[in-house]
């Protein structure tokens, strides 16, 4: 049994982070979903942007929204929602055999919202609506100018991915809101049960910190803030506040370990897979890393609920003179940042596109 069999077995989900035209057009999705065990599909600005950027695969789908005369942004849902809802049916099978747990994939809002929630909700309801898949997920930051939206997302029964969490103060702020959400549902008598998973972003951490600390920590950061929020989320599913939601039909919104591609080449490129197993959690990992997990035999102890030793390690860090709380901050600043430029960028892209596929029109 390869080791993506194994971690599936633990109860751990492997989710792509990835897709491109090719990918749904050649198979090769449809490959990992039998061999590999991926049951499901995150998508980003910087994916989408990647995937438009190169190759032609997006010419014909261009050359009819041009014909409509639709804006950039349009253009893009329209591309971006012909290649997830051709994922999301792809998964369909794994959502029924799941009832609901997996078979998920995920299309992000214009990070241009992201300070301004009612747009956020407005942009999350027209895309979700026009996907018209159950297994969809909109993802939405989770800033604090984004808990408003997602408290609001989940209210009005749109399953929601919380991306840009970097800590665990975060993810609590997050849960927080996607909670009260559920909340409002029972009171209002709705069907609690709005799935949704809060995406923590690992390798970061250590990419802002490499050269910063002693030798002895290097690579450990992200793992040790992965364990201290583990153990939140831990403490969230066995309070009972979330017990006495789950007994009126509500399901835990589950922690997804998101960026767990290895930056340092001279670590394992499993490294933000071996050491981050755990029930009840989802893994979203780059193609590199799936292929390296597939090439393996055996997987890791699972993660302690208590967190292990991440206290100590993060005092360690603290010692060294990292101030966790800014720099947790500061990295999801630079997140949604950087998913602004991508956005900008595809767009970018989209427009140097439109005169050559005019030409070929003509």
Excluded at 54 to 73: F, K, N, Q
Excluded at 150 to 172: H, K
Excluded at 242 to 255: D, K, S, V
Aim: charged content about 20%.
């Amino acid at each position: 049994m390869q080791a993506t069999q194994r971690l599936s077995s633990t109860g751990q989900s492997i989710w792509l982070d990835n897709i491109t035209r090719d990918l749904l057009l050649t198979g090769t999705l449809a490959q990992y979903v039998q061999d590999l065990s991926v049951v499901g599909l995150t998508s980003n600005p910087t994916i989408f942007d990647k995937a438009l950027r190169h190759g032609t695969s997006y010419d014909a789908s261009l050359r009819s929204g041009v014909r409509g005369r639709a804006s950039l942004e349009d253009l893009f849902f329209q591309l971006a929602l012909e290649d997830i809802t051709r994922a999301a049916d792809l998964f369909r099978p794994v959502y029924e055999r799941t009832a609901g747990v997996d078979g998920w994939v995920s299309l992000e809002v214009s990070p241009l919202l992201a300070s301004d929630a009612q747009s956020t909700l407005a942009q999350a309801k027209e895309q979700y609506s026009r996907a018209n898949r159950p297994n969809l997920f909109i993802k939405i930051p989770g800033t604090p100018e984004g808990l408003a939206a997602i408290e609001e997302a989940i209210f009005s029964g749109i399953p929601i991915n919380v991306t840009l969490l970097f800590s665990a103060s975060q993810y609590r702020a997050a849960a927080e809101s996607w909670l009260r959400g559920v909340e409002r549902r029972i009171e209002a008598g709705l069907n609690p049960n709005i799935a949704s998973v809060a995406s923590l972003f690992v390798s970061r951490w250590d990419v802002a910190v490499s050269g910063k600390v002693p030798a002895a920590l290097e690579n450990k950061l992200g793992i040790a803030v992965a364990h201290d929020c583990y153990k939140a989320y831990s403490q969230l599913l066995a309070s009972a506040r979330w017990q006495r939601a789950f007994n009126a039909g509500a399901r835990p919104q589950r922690l997804l370990f998101a960026s767990t591609g290895t930056k340092d080449p001279k670590a394992s490129k499993t490294l933000y897979v071996q050491k981050l197993i755990a029930p009840l959690t989802v893994n979203t990992m780059p193609e590199e890393t799936l292929h390296a997990l597939a090439a393996q035999q055996d997987v890791a102890a699972e993660l302690d609920p208590e967190g292990g030793d991440s206290s100590g390690v993060l005092s360690a860090f603290i010692r060294s003179g990292v101030d966790l709380e800014a720099l947790g901050r500061r990295l999801q600043e630079e997140g949604a940042a950087g998913f602004v430029r991508s956005w900008q960028d595809l767009l970018s892209v989209i427009a140097s596109k439109i005169p050559v596929v005019n030409q070929e029109r003509a």
